[in-house]
């Protein structure tokens, strides 16, 4: 009960974020007055994206599609949302990702996102992640669920190898709600990939615990 409390205060604080970041008439990239939505001509013509999709082990087995490259205009937004708790950008970044799943014909029964850190959760009071998901939800009529954790703290990706990001991040999550997921295509998604290593393991903690199938999302891939 304990869980789920803290859960609804979670989802009412983001709901209350959202209100204080209301939509205007300004970009959100370089601020200049636009008649079109959240995003200049300019800036949306900065974005560089990504069609089809790419393979994340070396055995080419584990698919990932991404929107864009984390560069230029998407980069600036993804950092507005996750540090400056501008939840417009998390609007239009979901509606790149819902693009994404019309053009390339990609469906799932349900739709989950990778947890944060709990030092990165207490010093933002959200996930980014979620802010897009459930605007994807949204804008796609499927199910946002809330159903990844982390069992255990890792080091800091930023500061290792690539070697050593997939070793770090080896069973640090499980599902909480296995009957939630259970014989369903899940679309995981995430808002940067670097190495994958952090998707894969999510990735693998919801086929142990019996999903279908898993499709893994991003808003941007980095070139890292």
């Known amino acids: 009960?304990?869980?789920r409390i803290t859960e609804i205060i979670k989802y009412i604080l983001e709901c209350v974020l959202e209100v204080i970041y209301p939509h205007s008439n300004k970009c959100l990239c370089c601020e200049l007055d636009t008649d079109t939505e959240s995003i200049c001509n300019r800036c949306l013509n900065n974005v560089a994206y990504i069609s089809g999709e790419y393979y994340l082990?070396?055995?080419?087995?584990?698919?990932?599609?991404?929107?864009?490259?984390?560069?230029?205009?998407?980069k600036e937004l993804?950092?507005?949302l996750k540090y400056s708790a501008n939840f417009e950008s998390a609007e239009f970044l979901a509606r790149i990702l819902n693009k994404k799943m019309k053009d390339e014909h990609i469906s799932g029964d349900l739709i989950t996102y990778v947890p944060i850190s709990k030092a990165?959760?207490?010093k933002r009071g959200f996930n980014q992640c979620r802010a897009i998901g459930r605007q994807l939800s949204n804008f796609s009529g499927i199910r946002l669920i809330n159903t990844l954790k982390r069992s255990k703290e890792v080091k800091e990706q930023k500061r290792l190898t690539i070697d050593e990001r997939i070793e770090n991040m080896i069973g640090v999550f499980e599902v909480s709600s296995?009957?939630?997921?259970?014989?369903?295509?899940?679309?995981?998604?995430?808002?940067?990939?670097?190495?994958?290593?952090?998707?894969m393991s999510c990735r693998d903690a919801l086929i142990k615990a019996g999903a279908g199938e898993v499709i893994l999302l991003t808003v941007?891939?980095?070139n890292i």
């Open 57 to 74: 082990d070396k055995e080419n087995k584990v698919k990932c599609r991404s929107a864009a490259y984390y560069s230029g205009s998407i």
């Open 120 to 122: 990165s959760s207490k």
């Open 178 to 199: 296995v009957e939630d997921i259970k014989d369903k295509k899940v679309i995981l998604i995430d808002d940067v990939i670097t190495t994958g290593s952090t998707l």
């Open 220 to 222: 941007a891939k980095s």
């Open 78 to 80: 993804i950092i507005n």
């Open 1 to 3: 009960m304990g869980k």
